[in-house]
């Protein structure tokens, strides 16, 4: 361990630590655009600039945090006089031909740049020339944006594509204050799974989601913390909703009800700082049209009339099997153990597969099974075999279908069936007793990863009225009528 000095405090550094590693360490603020802890150090941007005091008597001197080597006894001040005016010269020549369209910006609120030329600058820029402008919008790939005026050129995107996602997908063309970034022809940034990273380590409003785009203002929103349950990595995310205090109430309400964006939740133990763009389209898998409505052999019912008939079907089966929902929570998984285990032949499917065209698996983040809690639900009942006839013999008078991903024609054709499901679907008609449950956006719960790492998920919404939550629903059908 090095010992130096910040502001005047003793600060323990490791051997290879930078000045700006070891002050981020032990709390001291240091501003930075095109440092990131994950990337390696191009000292493009210079606004991280420290004074380090001269030793007996000698002048001190100003050099940028992230390339300085820490040096046992050096002493450094983060926010001096010295620091402060070459930090407000940085800024005027970051913003000398930036614009100033914060008011149409997506990044208004989670700009640096503005916190910095807040805290640090302050003033109109001294330039009195004409800002040199650049492409405005530029489409980068189907699902990103890019504009070329607010790029501040900290290549933070171009380092990313080459050192994380490995896809080298994007570089920067010509020179000076014509300098853009680019994709390279070949569409690598197109095919990067993990693409949409750029948008939350782009600094500025350079780099933006057209999903996202003019969607909604930042502080109208609120992240819950949750579990992507794309993958079997089970990666922690932010899904960002709606305020209540901030509800729309002239427009549709559900527009106070869907997810707005999906952004990483820091996990060294899981993921680190990314996620692949899957887990950004959440919401096309959890807003699909619900089914909200009991059904009895494809009726509409009322949910006693419902519970009570699966109650009864379970109670007089002779010979019932159970297909567990790999995307069920822990708290669901044991809840279904202890009121119908004993009940049951209980195996666990499959809910989901690859889906054409998506990356199968990778050295990164992605995994192959596309099924967020089949290590748990495995830890508590064995898989359904292949065929899947071996698990229901003919003579299996009921089956209870937990989830998506089982095609009824698999079932024995006599057999009664009970369908738990979140999704208005075909099967929810065929079934004898159709209950609809709730999705992980409308309860709290966890998943455990493949690794055996416990994720917690954090409900965003209430669930429709109708929707039962399967853990209570299997108390229900547990007990006696």
């Not at 000045?19 to 991280?48: D, E």
């Amino acid at each position: 361990m090095i010992e130096f000095f910040i502001n005047g405090q003793p600060v323990q550094a490791e051997d290879d630590q930078t000045v700006m590693q070891a002050a981020k360490t032990h709390g001291h603020f240091i501003p930075y655009f095109c440092w990131h802890p994950q990337l390696s150090i191009p000292g493009n941007c210079r606004i991280c600039a420290v004074e380090v005091e001269g030793e007996g008597g000698g002048g001190s001197w100003v050099d940028i945090a992230c390339n300085m080597p820490v040096v046992k006894g050096m002493r450094v001040l983060t926010d001096s006089d010295k620091v402060r005016a070459r930090r407000k010269e940085t800024l005027q020549f970051i913003t000398l031909n930036h614009p100033v369209d914060c008011g149409i910006c997506d990044k208004a609120g989670e700009c640096t740049l503005q916190d910095y030329h807040y805290e640090y600058n302050g003033t109109p820029s001294v330039s009195l020339d004409a800002k040199v402008h650049a492409t405005k919008h530029y489409d980068l790939s189907t699902r990103i944006v890019l504009d070329n005026e607010r790029c501040i050129l900290c290549t933070r995107c171009v380092r990313f594509t080459r050192e994380v996602s490995k896809t080298n997908a994007l570089g920067v063309i010509d020179r000076g204050d014509h300098s853009l970034i680019r994709p390279v022809e070949d569409g690598a940034f197109e095919n990067d799974a993990y693409s949409d990273n750029v948008i939350d380590i782009c600094p500025v409003g350079a780099l933006l989601s057209k999903a996202f785009l003019h969607k909604a203002r930042v502080w109208y929103l609120q992240p819950t913390p949750s579990v992507c349950p794309g993958c079997a990595r089970g990666c922690s995310i932010d899904i960002w909703h709606r305020r209540r205090d901030w509800q729309l109430k002239s427009l549709d309400a559900k527009h106070n009800a869907r997810i707005d964006r999906v952004t990483p939740r820091e996990n060294p133990a899981v993921n680190g700082p990314w996620v692949c763009n899957k887990a950004r389209d959440l919401a096309r898998l959890v807003e699909r049209a619900r089914a909200c409505q009991p059904l009895r052999k494809g009726q509409p019912c009322d949910a006693t009339v419902a519970v009570t008939a699966a109650r009864e079907l379970i109670a007089n089966a002779r010979r019932p099997v159970a297909l567990v929902s790999s995307w069920a929570s822990n708290e669901e998984l044991t809840a279904f153990r202890q009121a119908l285990g004993p009940r049951f032949n209980a195996f666990v499917k499959a809910d989901r597969q690859a889906e054409p065209g998506e990356v199968l698996q990778d050295e990164l983040l992605i995994h192959a099974d596309k099924n967020p809690n089949r290590h748990a639900a495995l830890a508590m009942f064995p898989p359904l075999p292949e065929p899947a006839g071996a698990a229901l013999p003919p003579d299996c008078d009921l089956v209870l279908v937990w989830g998506e991903g089982f095609g009824f024609a698999q079932l024995p054709p006599t057999a009664k069936i009970v369908l738990l499901n979140s999704w208005l679907q075909p099967e929810n008609g065929h079934a004898d007793v159709f209950l609809p449950i709730s999705v992980m956006t409308e309860r709290d719960g966890h998943y455990t990863n493949f690794e055996g790492t416990v994720g917690r998920f954090e409900a965003c919404f209430d669930k429709p009225a109708g929707v039962f939550d399967a853990a209570d629903l299997f108390a229900s059908l547990g007990s006696p009528s």
